[in-house]
């Protein structure tokens, strides 16, 4: 059995980090997306393992892979996260 934060826990804790990420963009306060995401990925991990029992192997499965990955093909979270709502904007007005 996997341990770790359960589903509800997570999609709290990352849609606070990425409000976050969003409003620091938007205030001019965020010098590097990258390296705030990066922290909020150790802490993530280390709360995963000590508070929720979950092993080193298990520990990154609370953090979402995208904040990894975007970066690392050249792309900016922030954008991403933007269009993201962006779209979901629309869906929810009928207007995609």
């Known amino acids: 059995m996997i341990k770790g934060f359960n589903a509800e826990i997570r999609k709290k804790i990352v849609k606070e980090v990425e409000s976050t990420l969003l409003a620091r963009n938007d205030n001019g306060t965020l010098r590097d997306e990258t390296d ?52 979901a904007d629309d869906s929810e007005g009928g207007n995609k």
């Open 36 to 87: 705030f995401v990066t922290g909020a990925c150790a802490v993530m991990r280390i709360v995963n393992m000590e508070l929720y029992g979950a092993s080193e192997e298990e520990s990154m499965n609370c953090i979402p892979p995208m904040w990894l990955l975007w970066p690392m093909s050249g792309r900016s979270i922030v954008n991403e996260l933007e269009i993201k709502q962006t779209n």
